[in-house]
């Protein structure tokens, strides 16, 4: 199963999230994952060395603009291509971040708050949702509800 995490934060933000993709890596049969972070979260040494990310692919969208929009849709498009996802999970809670997850797999999951944002991300890019209370906590409810599991799975500390 090919899966596609979806994280535009800093390392430290993404940090909290990797106990999360490290549980669906040990739980999930033949799970390959694929990072999909900010270029500056790419390089750092501590992702490099991490052994549940199959590929990093760093993304610089921190300058998009109707301009280059087209460009960057395409390079998505691209790995699409390459690789072929079964999931694509966002964890960041951004528009873009949905934008980008959408173009990546069929199948969507991510967490929204409930607003205007929230209601555009649950109509047009996911197929699963969580409602954020706690962010933590909606994270461990999205990985649960994204992979079907009937029990929410134990976390490692």
Same mark, same amino acid.
């Given at each position: 199963? *090919?899966?596609?995490?979806?994280?535009?934060?800093? /390392?430290?933000?993404?940090?909290?999230?990797?106990?999360?993709?490290?549980?669906?890596?040990?739980?999930?049969?033949?799970?390959?994952?694929?990072?999909?972070?900010?270029?500056?979260?790419? #390089?750092?040494? *501590?992702?490099?060395?991490?052994?549940?990310?199959?590929?990093?692919?760093?993304?610089?969208?921190?300058?998009?603009?109707?301009?280059?929009?087209?460009?960057?849709?395409?390079?998505?498009?691209?790995?699409?291509?390459?690789?072929? /996802?079964?999931?694509?999970?966002?964890?960041?809670?951004?528009?873009?971040?949905?934008?980008?997850?959408?173009? #990546?797999?069929?199948?969507?999951?991510?967490?929204?708050?409930?607003?205007?944002?929230?209601?555009?991300?649950?109509?047009?890019?996911?197929?699963? /949702?969580?409602?954020?209370?706690?962010?933590?906590?909606?994270?461990?409810? #999205?990985?649960?509800?994204?992979?079907?599991?009937?029990?929410?799975?134990?976390?490692?500390?």
């Amino acid at each position: 199963m *090919r899966i596609a995490i979806v994280n535009l934060e800093p /390392y430290d933000q993404l940090e909290k999230t990797l106990k999360y993709i490290q549980n669906i890596h040990d739980n999930v049969i033949g799970a390959q994952i694929d990072l999909f972070c900010d270029d500056k979260v790419a #390089l750092d040494e *501590r992702l490099q060395n991490n052994p549940l990310f199959k590929n990093i692919y760093p993304q610089k969208l921190d300058n998009l603009s109707l301009f280059n929009f087209r460009a960057k849709y395409k390079s998505l498009r691209y790995y699409t291509k390459i690789n072929r /996802y079964h999931i694509s999970i966002d964890t960041q809670n951004t528009l873009l971040s949905a934008f980008v997850t959408y173009i #990546l797999a069929g199948n969507t999951g991510g967490i929204i708050e409930n607003n205007f944002d929230g209601y555009i991300k649950k109509k047009f890019f996911y197929d699963e /949702y969580v409602e954020i209370t706690n962010k933590e906590e909606s994270i461990y409810s #999205l990985f649960s509800n994204v992979f079907g599991f009937e029990n929410e799975f134990a976390i490692e500390s």
